[in-house]
């Protein structure tokens, strides 16, 4: 079944209800990239920058193999915004000690630095969107974002 049958039976009410949620979901993340996206723009860096830093500073020590499966890029998808990372000295890599040609990755003292600026916008809209609306409202959001993962 094409995926426009399945949206034809739907009923017409309920496709202007998940439409509306498709924008939401749309105008929320917009509003969530915002400051940190304004914040790598005065550096030349993009969205896909934080999503390295954010993903090495919590998983220090990453292989780019690792960081791959992670974002869900191709390796040439993260080849010239990594080596940008390793070239500025935001991210260090060192050789793996039982394999030297695996490299591992780690935020340097900078990285870490521009990782929290950037992260601290978004938790900080968090923490106060989730401080309002409590913490079931909290435990739903999530079980919500970790559903459409697995849809």
Same mark, same amino acid.
């Given at each position: ?30 509003a969530f990239t915002a400051p940190p996206d304004r914040i790598l723009a005065e550096r030349g860096l993009g969205r896909v920058h ?15 193999? #690792? =960081?791959? *499966? %992670? ?6 998808? $993260? ?7 390793? +070239? ?28 929290? #600026? =950037?992260? *601290? %916008? ?6 106060? $969107? ?7 409202? +909290? ?13």
């Amino acid at each position: 079944m094409s995926s426009n049958n399945k949206v034809n039976m739907i009923d017409l009410n309920r496709q202007a209800e998940l439409r509306e949620a498709i924008e939401l979901f749309f105008f929320a993340y917009r509003a969530f990239t915002a400051p940190p996206d304004r914040i790598l723009a005065e550096r030349g860096l993009g969205r896909v920058h934080h999503r390295i830093l954010y993903f090495v500073g919590r998983q220090p020590g990453t292989t780019v193999t #690792e =960081l791959l *499966g %992670t974002l869900g890029v191709t390796k040439q998808a $993260l080849n010239a915004p990594l080596r940008q990372l390793v +070239e500025t000295g935001l991210i260090d890599t060192t050789a793996d000690a039982s394999d030297k040609r695996v490299k591992r990755l780690t935020l340097s003292a900078a990285g870490v630095s521009l990782e929290a #600026e =950037l992260s *601290g %916008t978004q938790l900080a809209m968090l923490e106060k $969107l989730f401080d309002q609306e409590g913490r079931e409202a +909290e435990r739903a959001w999530k079980r919500l974002m970790g559903g459409l993962l697995k849809a």
